[in-house]
């Protein structure tokens, strides 16, 4: 229940919510890693195991920038944090580019159960690169997160 005598309480708790959602997306991440992390015996096998991982972070993250982009990330810190709108709307401007290419990445995927080991390595690279963006991405949320509502407001105070 949102504490009414604390008016940031309920901010706290979006932002708390969305910290939780980065957590998720790291878990999928660390699985997907585990396996690209894994030599590719079997082309079949490993490619299986990437596709067990792939679409999990992929509705993660739909689920995740959706409820991101309503909350007071990017609803709200852009009008209360002037100073710092050019960063969120930056990010929020990748949102759309990382659906599209996590899902050109499963649709890759899948056609590669008869893979040559240079295509699986070609994929795996390309699947490290997007781990690196995501994983940029989200810190740099983190880090506007911290910023403009512990540093800022004293929200967390």
């Keep these: 229940m949102v504490d009414e005598q604390h008016p940031g309480a309920k901010k706290r708790g979006a932002l708390d919510h969305t910290l939780d959602e980065h957590r998720e997306c790291d878990r999928w991440v660390a699985k997907l890693e585990?396996?690209?992390?894994?030599?590719?015996?079997?082309?079949g096998q490993w490619v299986g195991r990437l596709l067990e991982h792939l679409p999990g972070l992929a509705r993660t993250l739909r689920e995740h920038f959706v409820?991101?982009?309503q909350g007071p990330l990017y609803a709200d810190l852009p009008t209360r944090r002037p100073r710092i709108a050019s960063r969120v709307e930056?990010?929020?401007?990748?949102?759309?580019?990382?659906?599209?290419?996590?899902?050109?990445?499963?649709?890759a995927t899948g056609g590669l159960r008869e893979a040559e080991l240079y295509e699986l390595r070609e994929l795996n690279a390309r699947i490290?690169?997007?781990?690196?963006?995501?994983?940029?991405?989200?810190?740099?949320?983190?880090?506007?997160?911290f910023e403009a509502y512990w540093d800022d407001i004293g929200v967390g105070d």
């Design 34 to 43: 585990d396996c690209l992390d894994s030599h590719p015996d079997s082309s």
């Design 67 to 69: 409820t991101e982009e």
């Design 90 to 107: 930056a990010l929020k401007l990748e949102h759309p580019g990382m659906l599209v290419e996590i899902d050109q990445i499963i649709d």
């Design 128 to 145: 490290q690169l997007f781990v690196a963006r995501l994983r940029r991405h989200e810190a740099a949320e983190n880090e506007l997160i």
